[in-house]
């Protein structure tokens, strides 16, 4: 981690010096302070990875530092020096959070072997996510079933802007089609891929928290802020920031995003100081965000700021001819889940798949396929397993009456949710999502067919 980010906490001049220059000579970067109260301010207004902090210090001692730097961010690592030879104050700061210590006088060697031994510790964790990852998932491409021209389209624009680190991507399309899963991809086939991935759906805060949430605030900043907290754009820093539902951000604190993605810079809430941050920003929306800018409910500047980079999500009705792709895809994956073997899709089944609308996209064939794998005693999905909207086009609407028999749309619903209920063993969370319902609405069909 040669580009880490050194802060010296030293009130011995000669000493300060030395160690600059030699952690200079490995490549670090290096921030200086004679003080804890100098050292604080300086955390305040830079991203730190590690601090040299000695013990002793005029007015505040580097216990009190040690414990102001935690509280403002507790993944900083700290080394403390001591020239005293009783250890326990040094003890005493690792209970409290340093990583290590160092005995004066020390070895300048030893200073370099403990100070990349921490950093190593670091990026070890980092190294640990980063191979998870590429065990999961060896081409970030490759969650992007199908082979039509449009969704191949979409792969070659991720593999464009992927090369280019620092451009910001708005990815447009109707909900359900994978906007997520071309961020992802965006970002693991990017520099930034060992980088951390931070995603939040701007839908699903309130406004007054949605901007403590991305940019964190400092304590006291407002009566319940207790502590200091990051914002998801610092925890981001040198990663990806994915912006779902877009559009529903506030027009108020639009300026603030145009500002940290134009100047990459920030402001926690009740701060007085910028912080720096290295951050791509991708952006959602299923909404046509062209389109808000014309009714005055999302500002052009940030619009246009946004799309410098644009990707369009087909639906899926437009590539009808990855369906079965990605159904075959989903049965794999709620085989296992369910541990059940419905190996087979009835030429039926592939028929109504490629004649049906689809409002829903992807997710739509995936709770379809997830209902039939639970449904399905057999080994090959047929049509009776399917959601009767399905079938419910044209000249087969008929068959599916004659199949269904003579009863009341009633007691088809109550047979149907008894039927889902024994083959999930009566989990009703389990229930109310095949059926697509809340629960509390299951709840009161239970009830009103006596069933409870």
């Known amino acids: 981690m040669k580009n880490a980010k050194i802060l010296i906490v030293e009130d011995n001049d000669d000493l300060l010096f030395t160690l600059n220059q030699v952690l200079k000579k490995e490549g670090y970067k290096l921030y200086s302070a004679a003080s804890g109260e100098e050292a604080v301010k300086l955390i305040n207004n830079e991203l730190i990875d590690l601090v040299l902090l000695d013990l002793r210090l005029p007015k505040m001692n580097g216990i009190e530092v040690l414990q102001k730097i935690k509280e403002r961010d507790p993944d900083i690592l700290v080394l403390m020096m001591t020239a005293s030879t ?38 070890l964790k980092r190294e640990v996510a980063r191979l998870k990852r590429k065990r999961d998932k060896s081409d970030p491409c490759d969650a992007m079933f199908g082979n039509s021209t449009k969704i191949k389209e979409v792969k070659h624009l991720v593999s464009v802007v992927a090369a ?11 909900s359900g089609t994978g906007k997520e899963l071309v961020a992802n991809a965006i970002h693991y086939s990017s520099q930034r891929a060992e980088q951390p991935f931070i995603k939040l759906n701007c839908s699903a805060l309130p406004d007054n928290l949605l901007e403590s949430e991305l940019f964190g605030f400092e304590k006291g900043a407002f009566t319940d802020a207790k502590t200091m907290k990051k914002g998801l754009f610092e925890l981001a820093n040198s990663g990806t920031i994915f912006l779902d539902e877009i559009s529903s951000m506030k027009l108020s604190l639009q300026p603030k995003l145009l500002r940290v993605i134009e100047s990459q810079t920030f402001r926690r809430i009740g701060g007085v100081s910028d912080i720096k941050i290295d951050v791509r920003v991708i952006a959602a929306t299923n909404e046509d965000l062209a389109a808000c800018v014309k009714r005055g409910e999302f500002r052009d500047d940030l619009y246009y700021r946004l799309k410098v980079m644009e990707i369009t999500i087909p639906p899926l009705v437009e590539r009808i001819e990855d369906t079965m792709i990605l159904a075959k895809v989903f049965l794999q994956e709620y085989n296992k889940e369910f541990n059940r073997n419905v190996t087979n899709i009835d030429p039926e089944v592939e028929e109504l798949f490629q004649g049906y609308g ?10 379809v396929i997830e209902r039939g794998v639970i449904l399905c005693q057999g080994d ?27 009863v009341s749309l ?6 149907h949710i008894l039927e889902v209920l024994n083959t999930v063993d009566g989990n009703k969370s389990k229930a109310a999502r095949i059926l697509n319902i809340s629960r509390s609405t299951l709840r009161e069909k239970l009830k009103a067919y006596g069933m409870m």
């Open 86 to 123: 009783d250890p326990k104050p040094a003890i005493e700061a690792m209970k409290k959070g340093a990583y290590d210590y160092l005995m004066k006088p020390f070895e300048l060697d030893e200073v370099k072997f403990v100070v990349a031994k921490a950093l190593e510790t670091f990026e």
């Open 358 to 367: 689809w409002p829903g996209n992807i997710r739509e064939l995936k709770n």
């Open 410 to 415: 009633q007691e088809m619903e109550k047979e």
């Open 380 to 406: 090959t999905l047929l049509p009776e397993h399917l959601p009767i909207e399905l079938h419910d086009k044209g000249d087969t609407k008929e068959a599916v009456r004659s199949s269904l028999g003579r």
């Open 164 to 174: 280019t680190p620092k451009t910001s991507v708005l990815i447009q399309g109707d």
